[in-house]
């Protein structure tokens, strides 16, 4: 049985991965939605009301934070199964770190800047940040 805060991390990996992959923006609502017709619910209502109680205060699980390093080494595509991957433990923060030096072409810093943004509107602009990395001399 799954969790309330477990269908909402499948919600915002399904929201993520249509938004990056197919250009399809879907509402948190409709993806919650989604997820509980995956699961064999009627409605997210009745997904929601079935899910795990709660956890007591004594099981909050630790604060976790996810590093995504976009440096030349890494290609776009890889970058984007991370994140993909990453998404996958619930993370609390992302955190994407960006060599300043990096030479990718326009186009895959397009991508780049996309897969950020659908962190941004997948966990919501607090829990994800791009930090730019200036090459130590």
Not at 16 to 37: C, N, Q, R, W
Not at 69 to 75: C, K, L, P, Q, W
Request: contains cysteine.
């Amino acid at each position: 049985m799954y969790s309330r805060e477990e269908f909402k991390a499948e919600a915002r990996r399904l929201r993520a991965h249509l938004s990056v992959k197919h250009g399809l923006e879907l509402s948190i609502g409709h993806a919650l939605e989604a997820i509980a017709a995956v699961h064999n619910y009627p409605n997210w209502d009745a997904a929601s009301a079935s899910a795990k109680g709660e956890q007591p205060a004594s099981d909050i699980r630790p604060y976790k934070e996810v590093q995504v390093i976009v440096s030349d080494g890494v290609a776009t595509d890889e970058v984007y199964k991370q994140v993909c991957n990453l998404m996958r433990v619930n993370p609390d923060h992302f955190a994407f770190l960006v060599e300043e030096t990096d030479a990718r072409s326009s186009v895959d810093w397009e991508k780049i800047t996309d897969i950020i943004t659908q962190c941004e509107i997948s966990f919501s602009r607090s829990y994800v940040t791009a930090e730019y990395l200036t090459p130590s001399i």
